[in-house]
């Protein structure tokens, strides 16, 4: 299969002044039959809620939704009773399961918040539902690959319901690292959170997306500051 490119620039949009979501994948209203998932991927929409505003009380089932604040916090509240804040440097999963019904709302009321929203089809259907997050020093991805999601039980990782890994590296301009995928027959899709790097010989900049899978080692060189997610799921 060759690689899937999905240039920021062809991102789906919806922006309803409260809300401004760039959509990686077909979403909402954007629809596009050549970006409905990579593998188990389904959704991956950059968020920026303006302060105070959210997401009211609505119902997921049957999806792992990961969230990843890239600056500010949100408020966060289920139907399992958690109320939660979710500050940059964490990252939160909920396993809606057989169902939830959660809010989330911009934790300051007057800066904005951005944030991925990050959705993967699960392995199992209809678990009780559950929720997790976790804080992660940005010391721990310095030219390498932090793992922050994975399904195994682990206090280092939060734990995801799909034989999936999702990590995040930070590179400075030059610096060269490999990905080796965790499990066999799996696709990674890379996703550029700032700077622009070349993935096997594929330039990239901000925002923009790469799935590749049918690969062993994956290199990866950063042609400035670079910060990296990289999402591995059954194909």
Do not use: C
């Amino acid at each position: 299969m060759k690689p899937v490119l999905h240039p920021a620039s062809e991102r789906g949009q919806a922006n309803f002044g409260w809300l401004n979501s760039r959509h990686s994948f077909s979403f909402g209203q954007f629809h596009d039959p050549a970006k409905m998932n990579f593998g188990a991927l389904r959704v991956l929409n950059d968020d920026i809620v303006t302060g105070g505003a959210g997401f009211g009380t609505h119902a997921h089932d049957n999806m792992e939704i990961v969230s990843i604040p890239l600056s500010g916090a949100l408020a966060h509240k289920d139907s399992t009773g958690t109320a939660r804040v979710i500050e940059t440097g964490d990252v939160q999963i909920m396993s809606a399961g057989s169902g939830i019904s959660h809010s989330e709302y911009n934790a300051d009321k007057t800066q904005p918040v951005n944030f991925l929203q990050v959705w993967v089809f699960p392995k199992l259907r209809d678990i009780t539902p559950r929720y997790e997050q976790k804080s992660f020093a940005s010391s721990g991805r310095q030219h390498q690959w932090q793992v922050v999601v994975s399904p195994q039980e682990s206090s280092e990782t939060v734990w995801i319901n799909q034989d999936a890994q999702f990590s995040l590296a930070e590179l400075d301009a030059g610096r060269h690292l490999d990905y080796t995928r965790a499990f066999d027959g799996s696709g990674v899709y890379f996703f550029v959170i700032e700077g622009s790097v070349k993935i096997d010989d594929i330039k990239l900049g901000k925002r923009d997306g790469l799935g590749i899978s049918e690969a062993g080692t994956i290199s990866i060189t950063a042609a400035e500051k670079s910060y990296l997610l990289a999402i591995e799921v059954p194909l």
